[in-house]
């Protein structure tokens, strides 16, 4: 069983859900989900602390799941995928390029 990490933009939280118990039930992936919601009343400090989770979160999968649905990609998700490959992280994309 593969472990993957999910990466995308938290305006697909729901999508993102979705893809984890499809990736599980059908595709025999274990899942790691970011954590959704608003950070706008979020300290500078807890959404550090987040985004530090995440990155360990990456280091613990076999690879990153990238969730690029109508092919978009922002700038942190950018960030989540060099990360992966200098850690020799198979990168796997929801929609193809």
Do not use: W
Request: charged share 30%.
């Amino acid at each position: 069983m593969k472990v993957v990490t999910l990466c995308g933009s938290m305006r697909f939280f729901e999508e993102m859900q979705n893809i984890a118990v499809e990736l599980e039930t059908k595709h025999d992936y274990c899942v790691i989900t970011p954590i959704g919601g608003s950070k706008k009343d979020m300290s500078s400090a807890a959404i550090e602390k987040l985004s530090e989770a995440h990155y360990r979160k990456i280091d613990i999968a076999d690879a990153v799941y990238i969730v690029n649905i109508g092919g978009y990609i922002g700038e942190a998700v950018r960030k989540e995928i060099r990360y992966a490959r200098l850690h020799n992280k198979e990168v796997i994309f929801h929609e193809a390029d």
